[in-house]
């Protein structure tokens, strides 16, 4: 019974990571907060580098983030 429940609880994180991440890349928080920055961003084929460094930048500071974004897609 303990190996049912937790593989159970095992799957139920594991998909819920996944659902966490938008096709982006990104996290559903993120790709909101870089959208809401800059509206109509185009977050499709973004690096993994790029990925990190948005990432980074909605969850630092809030000065500039626009402008950090603007330059982290160009």
Same mark, same amino acid.
């Given at each position: *019974?303990?190996?049912?429940?937790? !593989?159970?609880?095992?799957? !139920?994180?594991? %998909?819920?990571?996944?659902?966490? *991440?938008? /096709?982006?890349?990104? %996290? %559903?928080?993120?790709?909101?907060? =870089?959208?809401?920055?800059?509206? +109509?961003?185009?977050?499709? $084929? ?8 948005? /990432? +980074?930048? =909605? $969850?630092? /500071?809030?000065?500039? =983030?626009?402008?950090?974004?603007? !330059?982290?897609?160009?």
């Amino acid at each position: *019974m303990k190996k049912i429940a937790l !593989a159970l609880t095992a799957f !139920a994180a594991l %998909t819920t990571a996944a659902s966490a *991440m938008t /096709e982006s890349g990104l %996290t %559903t928080a993120a790709e909101i907060e =870089v959208l809401s920055a800059l509206p +109509g961003a185009d977050l499709s $084929n973004l690096t993994s580098d790029q990925i990190a460094a948005l /990432e +980074g930048v =909605v $969850n630092g /500071e809030d000065s500039g =983030v626009g402008a950090k974004i603007r !330059a982290i897609l160009n």
